[in-house]
């Protein structure tokens, strides 16, 4: 290793950023397509030989629709929306209801406990700030998390006493359905 | 990690004082001794070291804007895979087999059996918390960079569960921001 070592360079897809060869599980392989048979040949040596063949059905559909132009079209169209639905990702589950509880060193020993999640449970976050910030006689506020996401801060570690506090004072809240963050990991509190 | 990252997260900027600087730099070469020759060139010691701190204890090394390394908490730094992909042979690589490709880039941590089966390969000396590049079966880049949870040894003889975190993948967030400004 005494010389440099040269930098290498990757050649990256122009239309979804990334290198050539991880188009084919890239977000929209469909679209790098045109891209790669122009810029990479080489990589997908299948993907010419399908272009072709492409484009021999396009002929053939072509041939078909001026015959049957009605029956043709409906087929085709319900069929191009199931596979576009696919490709984007998993349809948004629907939000767990959970509370999560996690505490967030400020000052080498002083530290806050945000809980996030409470609105879920049809709690009221002002309400309940309150409630927090006079049973441990602490500052307690209602403030923007990450995401957009409103959450409780509540000064000092009360990590350990909030989860029976939460349970009694909201019954709809399970303790089973509390969980803390430790180490990035969420960890059940029941 | 970075699965949703822009620069939105990053809540401060700081260009970082010399002796941080090389604090940086020593870690950086201890870590990737491969990259020694070339550190001069990447961390120019005329031109200023930026270090974007973000969300969840994350730090970004930025230089001329570009984000070069990252680490966690106090972690070791990891080097982002445009930069891995320029020098290719200073980390560890692990493979994975051809179908945990997708998954992978999905932001899925490494399991252990994508990394043992045919198609995948293990450097045998990696001991666990260490930065790892991944590769690909049947391809010549990196695509992510993870940090072990196990030692090599352990992913081949208990073979089940998380084998590596995955830290920082094709076309996640921190891939996506090429320049912060």
Known sequence: MAEKPQPVRVLYCGVCSMPAEYCEFGPDFEKCKPWLIHNAPDLYPDLIKQSNANEADKVTEQLQSTGMSSDGATPSAPKQEEVKRLPGGKIKKKEKQEVVIEKVIRNKRKCITTVKGLELFGVKLSDASKKLGKKFATGASVVKGPTEKEQIDVQGDISYDIVEFITDTWPDVPDTAIFFIEDGRKVPAA | ?181
């Open chain 2, 1 to 181: 990690m970075f699965k949703k990252f822009s620069s939105e997260e990053v809540s401060a900027q700081n260009q970082v004082k010399a002796s941080v600087q090389r604090k940086i730099r020593q870690s950086i070469a201890e870590e990737y001794p491969g990259l020694e020759p070339v550190l001069d060139e990447l961390l120019p010691k005329k031109s200023a070291l930026v270090v974007a701190k973000c969300q969840n204890h994350l730090n970004l090394v930025l230089v001329n804007d570009v984000p070069l390394f990252f680490n966690i908490r106090d972690g070791p730094y990891m080097p982002t895979l445009r930069l891995l992909h320029q020098y290719p042979n200073i980390m560890k690589k692990f493979q994975v087999d051809r179908g945990a490709i997708k998954f992978v880039l999905a932001g899925a941590n490494i399991m252990c059996p994508g990394l043992t089966s045919p198609g995948g390969a293990l450097d045998e000396e990696v001991e666990a918390e260490t930065p790892v590049a991944i590769m690909a079966e049947g391809k010549q880049h990196a695509l992510a960079i993870g940090f072990t949870k196990m030692s090599a040894k352990d992913i081949k003889s208990i073979n089940k569960g998380i084998g590596v975190d995955n830290m920082h993948y094709l076309n996640d967030g921190l891939w996506k921001m090429e320049r912060l400004n």
